[in-house]
């Protein structure tokens, strides 16, 4: 007769718990001590002989974020018999699996079953942004590995949307139009394969003609690179988002958007439309104010719909679920 309560009462105790369960910086501080350090030597060793690291750890965050939040579901391999995220056309290009992987195995032979694989792409992330001369910022940690990986589920913006367009999209995951801006900064570091822009090349919206917002000397250069006709994927040739300091995390991006430099459509969009460019040209004439905005937006992407407490599992192996236990 007593159980019901009983029951009912350990409930509610323990509901509030997993509720409050969340991230916190030094989440593995006592069980994994040097897990951050491990992962920063991974990247300091692979940044000196690769900086363009700095990019793909940016954009694998993103991506894996704003698909069914920071589970390291953009890690998972796909099957023959189970396509996963990396099969989705957006996630085209995302790179960067191997790095993870690198500082995953350090930290399985260290402190095994421990640090995510989420959180090992979040804290990846910082130490490339502070090697390509970003702002540091402190890492909440304590995610947990998702157990989804569908390629169905990506849906992101496309670079040829809008600004208001693609602020729904942010919007719908939490961000403001700020925010967006700021996160959008990323493309100061990196590369595009034609592919994504090669319309704005030739043919823009039907026009027969080069996007008239672009450049015309960037547009020359482009297409000596691109040409004018498609190529499949991998034979795609790649150009640097920011023009200028293509391997630093700076407000160089802005710069050149201003100049009508941006490549990809959506960060020209962002000097061109009424609501956003303001906010362009603040962050191009105040680096200061876009490294702190910078900061604080990726850590606030970093806790977009994460797994937490006993929810998800700690992967073994970042591109594959855990076997499931038989009890
Ligand atoms: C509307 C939102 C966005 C769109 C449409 C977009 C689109 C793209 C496209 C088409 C590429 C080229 C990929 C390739 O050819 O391999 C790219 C690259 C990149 N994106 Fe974005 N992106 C968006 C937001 C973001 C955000 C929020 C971040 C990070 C905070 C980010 C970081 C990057 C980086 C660093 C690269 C270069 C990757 C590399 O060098 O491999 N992007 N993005
Ligand atoms: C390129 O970036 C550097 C460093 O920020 C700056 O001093 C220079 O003026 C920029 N050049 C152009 C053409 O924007």
């Known amino acids: 007769m007593m159980k019901l309560p009983l029951l009912l009462f350990l409930c509610l105790i323990l509901l509030p718990l997993s509720v409050t369960a969340q991230l916190r910086v030094g989440f593995y501080k006592s069980t994994c001590p040097r897990a951050e350090l491990i992962v920063r030597q991974a990247i300091h060793n692979r940044f ?16 894996d974020c704003f ?22 056309g957006p996630s085209l290009g995302v790179r960067g699996y191997d790095i993870i992987d690198e500082a995953k195995r350090t930290l399985e032979a260290t402190c095994p079953g421990t640090v995510s694989c989420a959180d090992i792409i979040t804290l990846a992330t910082r130490e ?19 157990r989804i990986s569908d390629p ?37 570091v990196g590369v595009a394969h034609c592919g994504f822009f090669q319309d704005r090349l030739t043919n823009f919206q039907g026009t027969g ?68 460019a303001p906010i362009v040209s603040m962050f191009a004439s105040n680096g200061r104010a876009f490294e702190q905005s910078f900061a604080k937006a990726v850590v606030k992407m970093g806790g977009v719909e994460v797994l937490v407490g006993k929810a998800g599992e700690i992967r073994t192996n970042c591109r594959v679920f855990n076997k499931k236990k038989h009890i």
């Open 209 to 276: 003609r080069p996007d008239p917002t672009m450049d015309r000397a960037l547009v020359s250069k482009l297409l000596r690179i691109c040409g004018t006709q498609p190529r499949s994927f991998d034979k795609d040739p790649t150009m640097f988002l920011d023009q200028n300091t293509s391997f630093v995390v700076d407000n160089q991006i802005y710069k050149q958007v201003i100049l009508r430099k941006g490549v990809l459509q959506i960060d020209q969009e962002l000097a061109l439309d009424r609501s956003s």
């Open 128 to 146: 490339a942004v502070v090697l390509a001369g970003g702002p540091s910022y402190s890492v909440p940690t304590g995610r947990r590995d998702g």
């Open 48 to 63: 000196k002989i690769d900086p363009s690291i700095a990019a793909a750890l940016l954009r694998m965050h993103f991506h």
């Open 67 to 88: 698909v069914t939040g920071c589970d390291a579901s953009i890690l998972i391999d796909s099957t023959p018999r189970k396509p996963s995220e990396k099969d989705a």
């Open 152 to 188: 169905s589920l990506v849906d992101l913006p496309d670079p040829s949307l809008s600004v208001p367009e693609t602020l729904t999209f942010f919007a719908s995951k939490g961000f403001t139009l700020k925010e967006m801006v700021t996160l959008l900064g990323a493309h100061t």
